[in-house]
């Protein structure tokens, strides 16, 4: 597709679900990143991947907090026992290399209640 | 690690006035500098980027200049529309990761 597409767009979930949130970057790029953005706060890094390999995810937050991009295009990021805190913008992005910067998609808010 | 501070808003302006939105960053090595604009409803857009010291970045009439001995990146329009009223981000990208302000929210009054 032309962008980076997000699923669902919004998401509500009760406290203790687990949720699933869904990336489809941008065809043939190689990079993709999660980020998650509170309200009123710039986008926080949460993780890296370069193709199918995640090369970096010291930005999750716990251990409930798992991502996947097994055939390197499609990506899921899932929140096991969701709690209040959770509830954000999660935003993904893809690139094809630093210097032209990456697309964002329009992220999905989550809502924990 | 790397870091970016920027002006705190909101700010508010009325159309035709000059904007200014200063960015300053702490980072090690030779970082790339962005300006990311989140219009209301809409996912974040790359607007201007310098990639190394001194490049200036422009875009839809926004200019940014990287200035490494100030290491900073100020987000300059010179007469602004109604239709930038937006939240702004300064953003540094070393190696692969960006790191983001906390952003800006500009509301632009006719």
């Known amino acids: 597709g032309a962008g980076v597409s997000q699923s669902p767009r919004y998401k509500v979930a009760k406290r203790g679900q687990d949720v699933a949130l869904r990336c489809d970057p941008i065809?043939?790029?190689?990079?993709l990143f999660w980020y998650q953005q509170a309200l009123g706060q710039g986008p926080e890094f949460l993780t890296y991947f370069q193709n199918e390999a995640q090369l970096d995810k010291s930005g999750l937050p716990s251990d409930r907090f798992f991502a996947e991009r097994p055939e390197g295009s499609v990506s899921t990021l899932k929140i096991q026992r969701t709690q209040q805190e959770d509830s954000a913008v999660y935003l993904c992005a893809s690139g094809q290399g630093r210097d032209y910067g990456y697309t964002f998609g329009s992220g999905t808010r989550l809502t924990v209640v | 690690g790397d870091s970016v501070t920027q002006m705190e808003g909101p700010v508010t302006l009325s159309e035709e006035a000059f904007l200014t939105i200063n960015c300053t960053y702490t980072a090690t090595g030779y970082p790339s500098l962005f300006w990311y604009v989140q219009y209301p409803g809409e996912g974040l857009q790359l607007l201007l980027k310098?990639?190394?010291?001194?490049d200036k970045g422009s875009n839809k009439g926004f200019e940014a200049t990287y200035r490494k001995e100030t290491t900073s990146f100020h987000l300059e329009k010179g007469s602004v529309q109604v239709s930038d009223s937006a939240v702004y981000f300064c953003?540094?990208?070393?190696?692969?990761?960006?790191?983001f302000g906390a952003g800006t929210t500009v509301t632009v009054r006719a």
């Open positions: 953003a540094l990208l070393n190696d692969y990761k960006l790191s």
């Open positions: 310098a990639t190394k010291a001194d």
């Open positions: 065809s043939g790029h190689v990079s």
